[in-house]
């Protein structure tokens, strides 16, 4: 296709830069060169560009067809001649500065025409390139470029000792972690690709690990359904020991590089919750709706559940009557505390199971034998969480802050020294938003009538307002009137005049209306004070002085001069008492923080950068059905590819290359490609 049927080129476009900043991508705007260019033919299916990679980026290694053209249309280099595709390491010393950029700005399955100025077409040393070959000297340069597959290579440690090469992407961003149970198939091979230990699928805990320590690390950064080789040097695998033959386990020789393909299957997650976690055992069956709400301190939600004795024996079942859940309000004394402890783990569609000790069945609201421990599994249908304090106006966080501190009131003469401390707190927290705005617009000078302004963006409607009739809007208009006039008349024969009178009433409006919000200002402090002092004094009940010390040291950071804060604070506090879980005393009161979600690569420290591609034997999958041959974990340069042409054993073993004709395990749709052999050991594809 010429240039001329293919329109305008692209106006700006991300491409690979060395040394540009965070994940070296740097966005090339036309106009700034106009010499290099980019016309994408064929869009990419899938956009890529917010996979996130567990580690330190390593490199980027492309699989592409390419046509290079001298612009005149005189052909110098190509891979579609022999239909074997390049593969290379972008950035890479000896590949094309240009060649590297171009493709860096490709998604998968991406065809697009590039022109690259001759100032682009050496090294980023300027040097003559290797990777493509053949490049004519200075000269613009055409390359028609299909991107085949685009693999990150992460160094998970930031040490070299294990590197992953991705072959499938998984589901979701979810990923195990700590305790967390999963099922995993495996295949660990030596560098000459023989397998010393395989499985079609295996379970194992995370904290314990399994067949060597390098297992859990890499395990950590899959999600679901994700397959992937790591290359795990001896330090993470079995050392210069190396390990023994045991069982269907091959011998590890000491020092030995291993090369393990990796699915992960499945995996639950498991927590262990409450003081010294031991409380609660929780195992995450389904995973709660993406968009759905973790439940607060006093929310109304709705469960299905299942309690069962060790024996199996079922002694609790509600929700699961018709289509109606179980409904309750948490911290309302409606359940058990234990109950209310689990379903505050929770996320709306989640389905978990709960373990509990002998030690926490305990309580009048949970009958069971003396000693037993049981197993709840519970379903959390649906959250509706209290109003959101940022939604409320000024009088309505004032109301239900007053309302919150008399529920802790009734609470603590009740002795019930937890729940009274979250009201306190639940109480400090609504009128919160006012208490920074205030306190920061102060150490900012500003002027008065900015740090009165509400915090929040609108203001929520607190009720019906009854409307006036006509005859009182015309009263009041009147009354109005006449008084103006009234006074008017007594200024003027004073010798005032009419627009001197406007402006002193004027600014005795703004006088009364800033003496009146410095009042409410006045009680919005005295109330914060107070829930401090009170949430302080439940949690010294509780033992946990750390807290009580920060709630003062929070007073005097907005009320330096309160003497009794001073003496409360500086105070010698006992230790905590052992054991006690502050996590627990407020789940429900701060929202769960999502999971970090980083906004680039984290680039490797001194960023050293690979000169060659990563070598990976040849490894079939545990099903025997699908080795990784030619997959982004084989190595494939221009000249390693043309030695296919003929093959030998010494190349088949060798684990560096593979077989003529055998199709790669990662095609152009991302897909994954099994082989059969049949009696006569030929070779059938199966997708």
Request: proline content about 6%; some cysteine; charged content about 30%.
């Amino acid at each position: 296709m010429e240039l001329s049927e293919l329109g305008e080129p692209e106006r700006e476009f991300y491409v690979y830069m060395e040394g540009v900043g965070l994940g070296e991508s740097f966005i090339w705007e036309r106009d700034s060169d106009p010499g290099f260019a980019k016309w994408i033919v064929q869009p990419a299916e899938v956009v890529r560009h917010d996979w996130w990679e567990e580690g330190f980026y390593y490199c980027d290694e492309a699989k592409v067809h390419f046509t290079g053209k001298r612009i005149d249309g005189t052909l110098f280099a190509s891979t579609r001649k022999d239909g074997l595709p390049l593969t290379f390491i972008i950035g890479q010393d000896n590949v094309m500065q240009g060649f590297s950029m171009a493709v860096s700005s490709m998604e998968e399955g991406e065809k697009a025409v590039f022109i690259i100025p001759p100032e682009l077409a050496l090294t980023k040393f300027g040097c003559p390139a290797s990777f493509p070959g053949n490049i004519p000297p200075n000269q613009a340069l055409r390359f028609d470029i299909e991107l085949i597959s685009l693999v990150i290579v992460t160094d998970i440690l930031d040490d070299e000792g294990i590197l992953k090469k991705n072959i499938k992407r998984g589901m979701g961003n979810g990923k195990p972690r700590d305790l967390d149970e999963v099922i995993v198939s495996y295949n660990a091979c030596m560098e000459d690709g023989v397998s010393v230990s395989m499985s079609e699928g295996v379970e194992f805990n995370l904290a314990e690990g399994f067949f060597c320590p390098a297992f859990a690390i890499a395990v950590e950064t899959m999600t679901e359904g994700e397959e992937a080789v790591f290359i795990v040097k001896p330090e993470y695998g079995f050392g210069e020991q190396g390990k023994p033959s045991i069982g269907n386990e091959a011998t590890v020789p000491p020092g030995a590089t291993l090369y393990v393909y990796l699915k992960l299957i499945s995996y639950t997650t498991v927590n262990h919750i409450g003081e010294g976690h031991t409380i609660l055992i929780k195992r995450t069956l389904r995973r709660g709706n993406s968009e759905g709400q973790h439940p607060e301190n006093q929310a109304v939600v709705g469960v299905r559940l299942i309690g069962k004795l060790q024996d199996g024996v079922i002694f609790d079942h509600r929700g699961h009557e018709g289509d109606e859940p179980f409904k309750f309000i948490v911290d309302e004394e409606q359940v058990s505390d234990v109950l209310e402890e689990a379903v505050l783990t929770m996320r709306e569609g989640e389905i978990a199971s709960f373990t509990i000790p002998p030690q926490r069945l305990q309580d009048q609201l949970l009958l069971v034998p003396s000693g037993s421990s049981v197993t709840y599994e519970i379903e959390l249908v649906y959250v509706v969480n209290e109003k959101e304090p940022r939604s409320m106006s000024r009088a309505e966080s004032i109301e239900t802050a007053f309302r919150k501190e008399k529920e802790g009131d009734n609470l603590f003469c009740s002795s019930k020294m937890l729940r009274a401390y979250r009201r306190y707190l639940k109480a400090h927290i609504i009128i919160q938003p006012y208490i920074e705005i205030i306190k920061r617009k102060l150490d900012e000078g500003t002027d008065k009538q900015e740090i009165y302004k509400e915090p929040v963006e609108e203001e929520i409607d607190e009720g019906p307002v009854k409307e006036e009739t006509e005859e009182e809007k015309i009263d009041e208009e009147t009354d109005g009137e006449e008084i103006h006039e009234q006074l008017v008349e007594e200024e003027i024969d004073e010798g005032t005049n009419e627009e001197e009178i406007d402006e002193e009433t004027d600014e005795e409006d703004i006088y009364i209306c800033e003496s009146y919000e410095e009042e409410i200002d006045e009680e919005i402090k005295e109330m914060f004070v107070s829930f401090s002092f009170k949430a302080a004094e439940c949690a010294t009940q509780l033992q946990c002085y750390e807290l009580a010390k920060g709630l003062y040291d929070e007073i005097l950071r907005y009320d330096p001069e309160n003497v009794k804060a001073q003496q409360l604070a500086g105070q010698p506090f006992p230790q905590d008492s052992v054991g006690i879980d502050t996590a627990a005393m407020h789940r429900g009161l701060w929202k769960p923080q999502p999971a970090w979600a980083p906004s680039g690569r984290r680039l490797k420290q001194g960023r050293h950068k690979p000169e060659k591609l990563i070598d990976v034997p040849l490894i079939q999958r545990p099903d025997g059905n699908v080795p990784t041959s030619d997959s982004p974990a084989t190595r494939a340069t221009s000249d390693v590819n043309r030695s296919r042409a003929t093959p030998s054993n010494e190349n088949q073993n060798s684990g560096t290359i593979t077989p003529p004709g055998r199709p790669t395990i990662l095609s152009s749709d991302g897909a994954l490609h099994k082989l059969n052999l049949t009696e006569d050991n030929s070779e059938k594809g199966t997708k």
